[in-house]
């Protein structure tokens, strides 16, 4: 057993730096084309080092005043929450270490930005592991540079590095030979004791979902039951945190008898599990159970990210084959067209896939934590830099916090249906084409789809960017709401109404433009999530006394939120 474990860490191993080692390789190839061009078009350097030759004299001059005792107007942060401390402007010093670094950060990014003929992908690759390197030099990085780290390192006689030398050795994961920066306290959730409490039922379980009905808390409920599809490449309680930031539990508390899907943490017991498999035995086969519990041949859904995908997919596959029985389709920050996906595209073509796709093929699966590191460079400054600096520089405790303690608790990816996802969505685009796609023997066509659908973007969101998925409001046939809230992917979603923050606007006028669109709303105070329900009571067909999980033929097999939802993939300590 020992040897058998040795054995898999040694391929593993292999496997990831065989991986590394490609993606160096085509960013070599990315840089060369840059140097190249560079040299055939001297202008472009000569530009930006007369840019910042003049930024460094201005810089320069601001220093020499004030060291005169003259005060400055200075450059301003601009909410950059790394330079947040008020020691960065006050401190002359410092305040030229700031101002030189944005001035060398604004001038490298131009040059990249403004070089002329770069294949527009090799162009990208080459700004976002630029701006990776520049944000890992910021000056707040270091603790000889950032003022926090020296007044704790004064205050405390050292004691903050001491307290993060401690932090850093927890997160080496010496088994595999790699840091996990830890950005909460792993310890302070429990799944099923913390987080996911909403009272319900697992009424039905296959290979890869388990189907769970919660527990109503309303005299009366929508006639319509509302299926929650969530992504199957995170676990579905971002949807259900704590009592007073669930999405669930405002639904349920709202009237709706709420069912929802929970993935399987792909592993080896499901190997080469496709889309199709997704569609078949996810939403379909939750129809079909939902009507034998409930009665009702219709139901309202929801999807958020890849699940509003797999319920787009749904939708168009029930149409081809003349079946209609979501009344109305919701869309959590959902691609349809990825025409432009933003950064995440420095991550997608055919190399890297066909890599991800040799270090799958023996397991299966792809494992969870290949793309996490992806995910967090995304937001380097936030999901990486903070937490070093906090945790090993400042030497802080982890923070429990809920959302941050779903962000690192990251799943497998199914081998097959990732690559048909990645392959015909991302690289190619072919969702939004009428018969682009096919699922399960029927070419699909999503903008046949004339379900009315509610279409939520996050204005913030790096992964989804909203402007993009406001595209989905042009190619469905249907009616279309199209809400845009403030913040990202997922604080933007995960907003309750009681929390008062962010904001919103909505319309059902849904212009061609997103700019106009964006010109033509308001914004309104507070949480999307009161609008969402007045939207899906239109839909309810009336009401009817509250419902107990489950029936005869599917009683209860667990409390939820289940089993599946705790496999982990956490590496043990």
């Not at 869309?331 to 270090?359: M, N, P």
């Not at 916090?401 to 969505?425: G, Q």
Request: hydrophobic residues 40%; contains cysteine.
């Amino acid at each position: 057993m020992l040897e058998s474990l040795k054995l898999e860490n040694i391929r593993s191993q292999y496997e990831m730096s065989r991986l590394m080692a490609g993606m160096s390789k085509d960013l070599g190839k990315a840089y060369a084309q840059w140097l190249g061009h560079l040299l055939i078009n001297p202008s472009t350097p000569l530009r930006g080092s007369a840019n910042l030759a003049m930024d460094w004299l201005s810089i320069s001059r601001d220093a020499a005043l004030r060291m005169a005792g003259v005060e400055t107007a200075g450059e301003k942060l601009n909410g950059d929450r790394r330079f947040s401390s008020e020691a960065w402007e006050k401190h002359p010093t410092l305040d030229l270490v700031r101002r030189l670094y944005m001035a060398y950060v604004r001038t490298v990014l131009e040059m990249v930005d403004q070089t002329r003929g770069m294949d527009e992908e090799q162009q990208r690759k080459v700004r976002f592991f630029t701006a990776q390197f520049l944000d890992a030099i910021a000056p707040s990085n270091f603790p000889l540079t950032n003022p926090e780290v020296i007044e704790a390192t004064v205050g405390s006689k050292g004691g903050n590095l001491a307290a993060g030398l401690m932090n850093l050795w927890e997160d080496l994961d010496l088994r595999h030979g790699r840091l996990n920066i830890s950005m909460s306290d792993l310890g302070a959730f429990e799944v099923g004791r913390d987080l996911a409490v909403t009272p319900g039922e697992v009424v039905y379980q296959n290979d890869l979902i388990q189907l769970i009905q919660y527990t109503p808390t309303t005299k009366q409920v929508a006639k319509r039951p509302l299926l929650i599809i969530p992504p199957w490449l995170n676990k579905f309680y971002v949807l259900d945190m704590q009592p007073e930031n669930s999405v669930v539990k405002y639904l349920v508390d709202q009237g709706q008898t709420v069912f929802l899907i929970s993935w399987r943490n792909p592993d080896e017991s499901t190997p080469d599990k496709s889309f199709d498999d997704y569609m078949l035995e996810g939403p379909l086969q939750a129809l079909e159970v939902i009507e034998a519990i409930t009665g009702e041949a219709e139901v309202n859904a929801m999807g958020y990210c890849l699940g509003g995908i797999l319920l787009a997919c749904t939708l168009a596959w029930l149409d081809a084959k003349g079946r209609h029985p979501i009344r109305s389709g919701t869309y959590l920050t959902t691609l349809i067209d990825y025409s432009d996906v933003g950064e995440v595209k420095v991550f997608v073509d055919e190399a890297q896939i066909k890599r991800l796709e040799r270090v799958g093929k023996r397991k299966g699966y792809i494992p969870g934590d290949n793309v996490a590191w992806g995910f967090r460079m995304l937001r380097a400054p936030d999901l990486i830099w903070s937490f070093i600096i906090n945790h090993y520089l400042l030497g802080k405790e982890r923070m429990p916090f809920d959302l941050l303690f779903w962000n690192e608790d990251a799943t497998n990816m199914p081998l097959t249906a990732h690559s048909f996802f990645m392959r015909n969505m991302y690289m190619n685009n072919r969702l939004r084409e009428p018969g682009g796609i096919e699922m399960a023997g029927e070419p699909i066509d999503v903008t046949r789809i004339k379900t009315p659908a509610y279409v939520l973007s996050t204005r913030d969101d790096h992964i989804a960017p909203w402007k993009t998925t406001y595209e989905s409001t042009q190619l469905f046939s249907g009616p279309t709401r199209f809400v845009l809230g403030n913040s990202g992917h997922i604080a933007g979603v995960i907003n309750p109404p009681s929390k008062k923050k962010y904001g919103y606007r909505a319309s059902s006028d849904t212009p061609a433009d997103a700019e106009a669109w964006l010109h033509d709303t308001e914004e309104h105070a507070g949480s999307w999530w009161p609008d969402w329900i007045r939207w899906l009571r239109r839909y309810a067909d009336g009401k009817v006394p509250a419902r107990t999980p489950g029936s005869k033929d599917y009683p209860s097999l667990e409390p939820a939120p289940g089993s599946f939802v705790k496999q982990t993939i956490r590496p043990p300590k």
